[in-house]
């Protein structure tokens, strides 16, 4: 693998990080690195009950704690207006603060503005909030009864949020009744949370031109801007959103939080800059979580294994406020991926959401918008299958895959998959890991009585969001956007509507740059997150940033390149139909011998322009034609132990295409990364809530996340299929293995248990859970 | 309360709140805002500085207090001058890091292990960094950064310290 990236030679080299040298050396720069003259901290006061009525707030002893300026209420921000907002996609709206009664623990009740830190902490301790318990609901089948309503602020008098379905119902159910063979399965996927290793915080302040300077963890500034704008009455000009470097993402710096409401709605009122930072226990209890998604998986087959029919139906438990962070027409995100990588005739998939008084959220964690839960359920789905028939595993799946030849492939449920040969990519999975030896090795371990599992996942994503047609968020199209300045040396600086948190857009727009211009991408700065600069885009999450401002970008290069011809045919003194690009040059068609490359185009475009317009920038908005459909195969091998519950997971294999890759290295490294959220998800990683609604795992010595000593070793491969409708046809990768990888450990454990009989368990797989369900199954065996 | 702590080779003297944590200290009475605070429960090491030439230790579990009269050496003290330290050089070579905020602490905890176990195998690696949380990199490209940085520090002419 190159790691060299020259002028010219830029796309599929695994060059270093550009932005590595300021994070080395400590030289990142967070939002809680920012401090301004004057500024005052922030802190909230949040509420113990679940579901309690207000009775009465006092502030007197807060006021009184050294150090504290000023302290606000709900009914402070009712009264200005701001006392709710509206949640991304649209259809809901959220308290600020809590206004007449808490619907979830820690919702946030009061904000207290302080000298420091301290004493923010210690005014939010001392303001006296009286609480009527109200009675609870935890989970979403109970609110399904609507004994208790949870949201009489609402016009409609019911718990449930909404229904959404997709497919043809009766001719699901018809393909399902005649069908010879069928598996039916709940399955759950549980309740996380993302937990960025920076918590979400701000700093808010208006300058002496009386502009708001907000400095955010944001992973979509622009659309923070146009929010605040239409909530605040800010006129948009007067909003200036910067997104400085952000420690992590994965959907949790999506939302509009209370916390940023108040730091601004402070920091006019006092006329000083406040700094919000929350706490992790604030961001676990509080802050965009995701999944919490009950799933009835059905699926209908022949007797040789041919798929007829499938049907999910999921009850989702969105929390306290429908804050799902969603395009406006997928109130149930991009769910209708779960035919996944098989040609079914017919499906139908259908969702009902409910409040609960638990937190809000739904957020796209490290996933495009519920792919995760539809991959998770298929694929979970299909091994059910392969046992309830006596198939092998990839052979059910071989049997069922969409064809290569069958690109572009309309599915069941309306998408267009765009392109891939999953059959090539199952078979350099199974031989690069030996599958039949290791289902040799299993066999004599079975007889042994020992347990081993192996565990496939061969998904389908689809990501990039997206077409105008189809996606929007509170109205905005989800294009993206890049534009690109060349200097007169060659140099140039590209900025673009997303926003990396750690995906290493420094180097690899620079690359997409490099490779299309001639350039060296050494010489190319990348500049994103600050809305007064950046071209306006919908930032990054969902997989997005590579095939919508990527493609932006490489679009952007282009026009630059089209205007450089211009300026080559002046410089090779001939017609512009006469020259061409070729080699990373401009040449006179035909005689290799007279070149002249981008940089000196560059420098005449500033100082020997002719009749051509001086210059040399360009930018491009990007629709997206389609979305872009990664896809993988996943094999986990475990051994499970068979006294103690344990889980070992002995090898795990991702071959993942993701189209034309940019820069190798970083997607291995997003590789490494998804699947270690994967494992994590798997096993470790859950937000409970007690029927009380006390939520049981605030900090991380109770809300695991795996250490280097968990996590297995990865090993990784690549199959391409170049996405035919992006300029580059690349696909994007980030949440390919968080998305691929829960049921591939899940499928290895259950293929582990199957001797004794177990045909699911839950997510997270502990060893607790293991061990009872080996215990049950030798009771039943009795 | 006064303190006296030697930060990188710096003393700052400085009167702080007897309950000031070292983290806080560093980033806001000495402007060092390299090390970096994930947690509320020591959980995630963001936060680990070396202390004594030696010893990593988690700067949100310790006061200010508790630094006086002490050497500590941060993410900012690592490089000598335009030189990266080894393990600087191995993170970025290995691509041992995404979104940077878990790297300082990683890094000086990988300090310590070296300074304990100049060899250290990818187990020993794997366990001595099991105080630290990256939610990125899934670990693999953090052992290979550590192992180059061994490699290099333990020639004979060592850039290492």
């Known amino acids: 693998m190159s790691t060299q990236a020259t002028a010219g030679h830029a796309l599929g080299v695994a060059m270093k990080r550009k932005e590595d040298p300021r994070f080395i050396q400590g030289k990142g720069h967070y939002v809680d690195d920012l401090t301004f003259p004057g500024m005052l901290y922030l802190a909230l006061v949040r509420s113990p009950y679940p579901h309690a009525e207000i009775k009465n707030i006092d502030i007197a002893e807060a006021m009184k704690v050294p150090g504290v300026k000023a302290v606000i209420t709900g009914k402070d921000l009712d009264a200005a207006g701001l006392g709710w907002l509206p949640t991304f996609h649209g259809f809901d709206k959220q308290m600020v603060l809590a206004i007449g009664k808490v619907l979830f623990q820690y919702q946030e009740v009061a904000a207290v503005f302080a000298?420091?830190?301290?004493?923010?902490?210690?005014?939010?301790?001392?303001?006296?909030?009286?609480?009527?318990?109200?009675?609870?609901?935890?989970?979403?089948?109970?609110?399904?009864?609507?004994?208790?309503?949870?949201?009489?602020?609402?016009?409609?008098?019911?718990?449930?949020?909404?229904?959404?379905?997709?497919?043809?119902?009766?001719?699901?159910?018809?393909?399902?009744?005649?069908?010879?063979?069928?598996?039916?399965?709940?399955?759950?996927?549980?309740?996380?949370?993302?937990?960025?290793?920076?918590?979400?915080?701000?700093?808010?302040?208006?300058?002496?031109?009386?502009?708001?300077?907000?400095?955010v963890t944001s992973q979509a500034p622009h659309v923070y801007r146009t929010a605040l704008a239409l909530v605040t009455g800010i006129p948009e000009d007067k909003i200036h959103v910067i997104s400085p470097d952000i420690g992590g993402g994965f959907g949790n710096k999506v939302p509009v939080y209370p916390g940023y409401v108040c730091a601004i709605v402070g920091a006019l009122k006092i006329g000083r800059p406040v700094k919000w930072i929350e706490t992790r226990t604030e961001n676990l209890t509080s802050t965009g979580f995701a999944r919490?998604?009950?799933?009835?998986?059905?699926?209908?087959?022949?007797?040789?294994?041919?798929?007829?029919?499938?049907?999910?139906?999921?009850?989702?438990?969105?929390g306290a406020f429908d804050a799902a962070a969603d395009p406006s027409k997928y109130p149930a995100g991009i769910f209708g991926i779960v035919t996944g990588s098989y040609a079914f005739p017919v499906a139908h998939a259908e969702v009902d959401a409910y409040f609960t008084n638990k937190a809000p959220g739904g957020i796209a964690y490290r996933c495009s918008f519920r792919v995760t839960e539809a991959s998770y359920a298929i694929e979970r789905g299909m091994d059910i299958l392969a046992d309830e028939l006596g198939l092998d595993?990839?052979?059910?799946?071989?049997?069922?895959?969409?064809?290569?030849?069958?690109?572009?492939?309309?599915?069941?449920?309306?998408?267009?998959?765009?392109s891939g040969d999953y059959h090539r990519t199952l078979d350099t999975a199974l031989e690069k890991i030996g599958y039949r030896q290791l289902l040799k090795e299993q066999a004599e371990k079975r007889a042994r009585g020992e347990l081993m599992g192996i565990g496939l996942s061969t998904f389908t994503e689809v990501v990039g969001a997206g077409p105008s047609k189809h996606f929007d968020i509170l109205g905005i199209k989800m294009f993206d956007s890049a534009e690109i300045r060349i200097h007169p040396t060659g140099a140039g600086i590209v900025r673009a509507g997303t926003k990396s948190q750690g995906q290493g857009h420094e180097t690899t727009w620079a690359q997409?740059?490099?490779?299309?211009?001639?350039?060296d991408p050494q010489t190319i700065m990348v500049e994103e997150g600050d809305t007064d600069t950046a071209?306006?885009?919908?930032?990054?999450?969902?997989?997005?940033?590579?095939?919508?401002?990527?493609?932006?970008?490489?679009?952007?290069?282009?026009?630059?390149?089209?205007?450089?011809?211009?300026?080559?045919?002046?410089?090779?003194?001939?017609?512009?139909?006469?020259?061409?690009?070729?080699?990373?040059?401009?040449?006179v068609k035909g005689v290799p011998s007279k070149t002249v490359t981008m940089k000196e185009v560059?420098?005449?475009?500033?100082?020997?322009?002719?009749?051509?317009?001086?210059?040399?920038?360009?930018?491009?908005?990007?629709?997206?034609?389609?979305?872009?459909?990664?896809?993988?195969?996943?094999?986990?091998?475990?051994?499970?132990?068979?006294?103690?519950?344990?889980?070992?997971?002995?090898?795990?294999?991702?071959?993942?295409?993701?189209?034309?890759?940019?820069?190798?290295?970083?997607?291995?490294?997003?590789?490494?990364?998804?699947?270690?959220?994967?494992?994590?998800?798997?096993?470790?990683?859950?937000?409970?809530?007690?029927?009380?609604?006390?939520?049981?795992?605030?900090?991380?010595?109770?809300?695991?996340?795996?250490?280097?000593?968990?996590?297995?070793?990865?090993?990784?491969?690549?199959?391409?299929?170049?996405?035919?409708?992006?300029?580059?046809?690349?696909?994007?990768?980030?949440?390919?293995?968080?998305?691929?990888?829960?049921?591939?450990?899940?499928?290895?454990?259950?293929?582990?248990?199957?001797?004794?009989?177990?045909?699911?368990?839950?997510?997270?797989?502990?060893?607790?859970?293991?061990?009872?369900?080996?215990?049950?199954?030798?009771?039943?065996?009795? | 309360m006064k303190v006296k702590v030697t930060v990188n080779g710096i003393v700052y003297a400085r009167d702080v709140q007897p309950r000031t944590l070292l983290a806080y200290f560093l980033r806001e009475d000495c402007g060092l805002t390299g090390t970096h605070v994930g947690c509320d429960t020591s959980s995630c090491g963001c936060c680990v500085v070396v202390m004594d030439g030696g010893r990593a230790v988690k700067s949100c579990t310790m006061f200010a207090v508790q630094a006086d009269g002490h050497e500590i050496l941060t993410v900012e003290g690592l490089a000598s001058g335009a030189a990266l330290h080894p393990l600087q050089q191995g993170f970025w070579d290995q691509h041992g890091l995404q979104c940077g905020y878990c790297t300082p602490g990683m890094m000086l905890a990988s300090y310590a292990l070296l300074k304990q176990n100049p060899k250290p195998s990818e187990a020993d690696i794997r366990e001595g960094l099991a105080g630290n949380l990256c939610r990125c990199t899934g670990y693999q490209n953090i052992v290979k950064a550590v192992q180059q940085a061994a490699d290099k520090m333990r020639e004979p002419v060592s850039a290492g310290r």
């Open chain 1, 115 to 215: 000298e420091s830190r301290e004493a923010a902490a210690d005014g939010a301790e001392a303001v006296q909030v009286d609480y009527a318990p109200l009675p609870v609901v935890a989970d979403p089948f109970t609110s399904k009864t609507d004994k208790v309503l949870l949201r009489p602020d609402r016009e409609q008098k019911t718990n449930h949020i909404f229904h959404w379905e997709v497919g043809d119902k009766d001719a699901t159910a018809r393909a399902l009744a005649s069908s010879p063979r069928r598996i039916k399965q709940r399955l759950w996927f549980q309740r996380c949370h993302p937990a960025p290793l920076e918590p979400c915080g701000c700093v808010a302040y208006f300058d002496t031109m009386g502009r708001l300077q907000f400095h």
């Open chain 1, 602 to 782: 560059a420098f005449a475009a500033y100082t020997n322009m002719a009749q051509n317009e001086p210059g040399l920038e360009a930018t491009f908005y990007y629709d997206p034609p389609n979305m872009t459909y990664p896809n993988g195969t996943y094999v986990a091998v475990v051994d499970v132990d068979r006294e103690t519950g344990e889980v070992k997971v002995r090898r795990f294999l991702a071959v993942d295409d993701c189209g034309t890759i940019i820069n190798p290295m970083v997607v291995e490294g997003q590789i490494h990364g998804g699947l270690t959220e994967g494992f994590a998800i798997a096993f470790m990683q859950e937000i409970q809530y007690d029927a009380d609604g006390n939520n049981l795992n605030t900090n991380f010595t109770d809300y695991l996340l795996p250490t280097s000593l968990e996590t297995p070793h990865w090993e990784t491969d690549k199959t391409t299929t170049p996405s035919p409708h992006h300029p580059i046809g690349a696909k994007g990768v980030g949440e390919s293995p968080n998305v691929g990888s829960p049921a591939a450990f899940v499928n290895a454990v259950i293929d582990a248990l199957s001797p004794l009989g177990v045909r699911h368990i839950d997510m997270p797989i502990t060893r607790d859970k293991v061990w009872r369900a080996i215990l049950d199954a030798e009771a039943r065996k009795k």
């Open chain 1, 292 to 318: 919490d998604y009950h799933m009835d998986v059905e699926i209908g087959a022949t007797d040789d294994g041919r798929v007829t029919a499938l049907h999910v139906a999921t009850t989702a438990d969105h």
């Open chain 1, 512 to 519: 997409i740059v490099a490779e299309e211009l001639g350039l």
């Open chain 1, 393 to 418: 595993a990839a052979e059910l799946r071989r049997k069922n895959f969409i064809k290569k030849e069958q690109f572009p492939y309309p599915s069941a449920l309306g998408f267009t998959y765009d």
């Open chain 1, 535 to 587: 071209p306006y885009g919908l930032g990054t999450y969902a997989s997005r940033s590579t095939p919508t401002a990527g493609a932006a970008i490489a679009m952007a290069a282009r026009r630059i390149r089209e205007k450089a011809r211009k300026i080559a045919a002046h410089l090779l003194e001939v017609g512009e139909t006469d020259v061409e690009w070729k080699d990373y040059k401009f040449q």
